[in-house]
């Protein structure tokens, strides 16, 4: 069993900032899943969702009581990336058109905010394994990159529809 982390105290607009990042997501699958109605797509959404929820909710509960109730917080390494895999086999899976995808992923001005988004991402995986998720600062950076990357991706897919 792991030791809980001593965290530094969150404050609440950290807290409510980080579910900027949850909604830009969520806005942009919701417009994909309005036009493609695929059952794993959307189940995969909805764990994606879940996962930002709960670590939302984690942080609204540490900055307003201090309590850390780590599990909140651990599900996300979890439920995450069975909601991405879920996403992708929609995708690959639903009769999309892999042309059609490229070619809207590509193009020009979505490509460029689905660009920053990959970028994004990276540095988010980046940040995950350097920095210090105790620290406030540390979470301010990881939660405005998260949140610019998101909403690149919610441009970059309401300009391709």
Do not use: H
Request: charged share 15%.
């Amino acid at each position: 069993m792991s030791k809980k982390k001593n965290y530094e105290d969150f404050p609440l607009s950290l807290a409510l900032f980080d579910a900027l990042p949850v909604l830009f997501f969520c806005s942009a699958m919701v417009v994909i899943g309005v036009r493609y109605k695929n059952p794993l797509f959307l189940t995969g959404v909805i764990c994606c969702t879940l996962a930002g929820l709960g670590k939302g909710i984690w942080k609204i509960i540490l900055a307003a009581t201090r309590k850390d109730y780590a599990w909140m917080n651990r599900q996300m390494r979890f439920v995450m990336p069975v909601g991405f895999l879920l996403i992708l086999i929609g995708i690959f899976t639903g009769g999309a058109s892999l042309s059609v995808l490229k070619q809207l992923i590509f193009s020009i001005p979505a490509g460029i905010f689905f660009g920053i988004t990959v970028m994004g991402m990276i540095c988010m995986s980046i940040f995950a394994c350097k920095l210090d998720g105790t620290k406030v600062r540390n979470n301010w950076i990881e939660q405005i990159t998260n949140a610019i990357a998101q909403g690149c991706l919610l441009i970059g897919v309401l300009l391709c529809m």
